[in-house]
């Protein structure tokens, strides 16, 4: 009875517009007010309890640290000088700005590892100068908008900071494990762009003379050093993702303060309030999935979905298919944090049990539920860049459905290929 009332508040706060931390912050807290007139009340002091343990994390201190390194490099104006060299780059090519779209978004994501924050930062560039070269806006949109989902796949992405901790698994080896699908999904989204603006006739850019493009491509590789020095010293054992995330804070603390002089007291510390909101969002969402994962355990929610699902198949690739369909419908309705949280413990035990990597299972976690950020009705990269351009929100996604059918494709590929994600950790980490 108490998992009928989760479920169902749950989706009634959701749907009702209320913010996810405070939807199942709230569906927790009434469930277990009802748990008092059942035969096992619940005592509230759980509620607290819990709050307190689902952050009390070592791990999860990068949380904070990494959206902070990822607002000064963007303060600093290291966005521009990646979309400078991405355009330097392939500009010129067919495909133009909407290919420097989805270049500039594998290059930025290194930064901030969260999609909705790439394709704000990309968008506000790109999409106005798109705009100007005749592009229709709405596609402009929709290229910025699913060019950012491969963001949580390159480290330091949050999505496997939490997962990590959430679980229990090697955050290094999860960095390392985004790597290729990332590139993939980088190539396949440039080829497919390239075709529609070869089909369009869409503009390009000029071309530029080797020394121009040299001095973008030069501008734009000091704030790669950050994300490289991340993932090498997790890799290397030199540092945990914390002291990682300490480091690279003070990397582009030096880097926009000294190198480019663009930040000053006054807009680190606008830096710091900026991270200061965004970080107590996701914390708030992690501790309250902590309290909402307790009562789906007490309720033995994880039996009856193991129970149910083995019921259907005990074949992996039965398994993996239910779990991508799961995936694939919580996405439509809710933030992927949430959704990792209170089901990762629960499908790792069984998945792990049948030989699937938990590893495996996390990249394919994490790039199921950005397919999410691309569909209505939550679909938040798509509000996002409908915002940025001032359109419609379904002329976006109408312009974004090439895009998804090439993501699903994709996500069929790297769910039953697993070596695209298992490769490189156990060619630099050992098996």
């Given at each position: ?28 807290f009434?469930c ?13 002091v759980?509620f607290?309890?819990?709050?307190t ?6 791990t ?16 600093s104006?290291?966005?521009r ?27 930025v ?17 790109l ?55 990332a ?62 995330a ?30 200061a909101?965004?970080?107590?969002a ?9 309290i ?15 129970d149910?699902?083995?019921?259907v ?23 992927p ?8 413990p ?22 199921n539920?950005?397919v999410?950020?691309?569909?209505p ?44 994600s ?10």
């Open positions: 009875m108490i998992l009928i009332v989760l479920v169902v508040l749950l989706i009634v706060f959701i749907l009702s517009g209320m913010e996810v931390a405070w939807a199942i912050g709230l569906t927790a009434i277990i007010f009802l748990s008092q007139f059942t035969d096992t009340p619940l005592a509230f759980i607290a309890h819990e709050m343990e689902g952050i009390n994390s070592f999860l201190l990068s949380v904070p640290l990494f959206i902070f390194a990822g607002e000064l490099l963007t303060f104006g290291a966005t000088r990646l979309v400078d060299m991405a355009s330097a780059l392939v500009g010129h090519f067919n495909g133009g700005l909407a290919n420097v779209a989805v270049t500039a978004n594998f290059v994501s290194g930064m901030t590892g969260s999609a909705m924050a790439d394709a704000a930062a990309t968008g506000v560039v999409v106005p100068e798109m705009a100007r070269r005749n592009y229709p806006v709405a596609y402009a949109c929709a290229v910025v908008a699913c060019a950012a989902t491969v963001g949580p796949l390159v480290p330091p992405s949050l999505l496997f900071i939490v997962l990590g901790a959430a679980v229990n698994l090697s955050v290094g080896r999860l960095f390392l494990a985004g790597i290729l699908p590139f993939i999904l980088f190539l396949s989204m440039y080829a497919l762009t390239w075709q529609i603006a070869k089909r369009r006739g869409l503009a390009r850019e000029p071309k530029l003379a080797w020394r121009p493009r040299l001095a973008a491509v030069l501008r734009g590789l000091p704030p790669l050093a950050a994300p490289a020095f991340v993932v090498a010293s997790m890799v290397l054992g030199i540092a945990t993702p914390t002291e990682a300490a480091i690279a804070v003070l990397y582009t603390l030096l880097l926009g303060g000294l190198v480019y002089r663009t930040l000053g007291v006054r807009q680190i510390i606008d830096c710091a309030a900026r991270s909101l965004v970080a107590t996701v914390m708030l969402t992690v501790a309250t999935s902590q909402f994962s307790a009562l789906v355990v007490q309720e033995q929610f994880g039996a009856m979905l193991t149910g699902m083995l019921a198949s005990h074949r992996p690739w039965a398994l993996l298919m239910m779990v991508n369909l799961i995936l694939l419908v919580l996405g439509m309705f809710m933030e944090l949430p959704i990792v949280l209170v089901l990762a629960l499908l790792m035990p069984l998945m792990q049990s049948v030989g699937v990597d938990p590893v495996h299972l996390g990249v394919v976690m994490v790039l539920l950005m999410g950020l691309v569909h009705p939550v679909g938040m990269n798509l509000f996002v860049m409908s915002a940025i351009g001032r359109v419609e929100l379904m002329s976006v996604f109408f312009e974004a459905i090439p895009y998804i059918v090439l993501l699903l494709v994709l996500l069929v590929v790297i769910t039953y290929v697993p070596w695209l298992l490769f490189l950790p156990n060619l630099v980490m050992g098996r």
